[in-house]
């Protein structure tokens, strides 16, 4: 079975970082290029970051750029989201993609662009 694992969230003050994990399972990890997408309560998805399938090209949505890296380890199938600097305006659950084609990457948070999605992990940032 196809599956995608988030971790990592939770409730930090303005201003302060944490790390999202998504672990995946029951596909070649290191043949997709993965991404990240948001929802905050009460609007649409947002694309936040994609990664490519080696690692080597990461891409950024407006909203988090400067404050967030992208990062994956094929050996441990999983990819993470650091964000630094966090606003109250990131609150939303976070999650992680996967694109239905080898090799492709996506840059949307387009439902149907993924044929994977993980059960989401929530970030709150509130003092």
């Known amino acids: 079975e196809v599956q995608l694992v988030e971790s990592g969230g939770g409730l930090v003050q303005p201003g302060e970082s944490l790390r999202l994990s998504c672990t995946a399972s029951?596909?070649?990890?290191?043949?997709?290029?993965m991404s990240w997408v948001r929802q905050a309560p009460g609007k649409g998805p947002e694309w936040v970051s994609s990664?490519?399938?080696?690692?080597?090209?990461?891409w950024y949505g407006d909203a988090m750029e400067g404050r967030i890296t992208i990062s994956r380890d094929n050996a441990k199938n999983t990819m993470y989201l650091q964000m630094n600097s966090l606003k109250p305006e990131d609150t939303a659950v976070y999650y992680c993609?996967?694109?239905?084609?080898?090799?492709?990457?996506?840059?949307?948070?387009?439902?149907?662009?993924?044929?994977?999605w993980g059960q989401g992990t929530q970030v709150t940032v509130s003092s």
């Open positions: 993609a996967k694109p239905r084609l080898v090799g492709e990457v996506a840059f949307t948070a387009t439902r149907e662009s993924y044929d994977t």
């Open positions: 990664i490519n399938s080696r690692g080597a090209k990461a």
């Open positions: 029951g596909f070649t990890f290191s043949n997709y290029g």
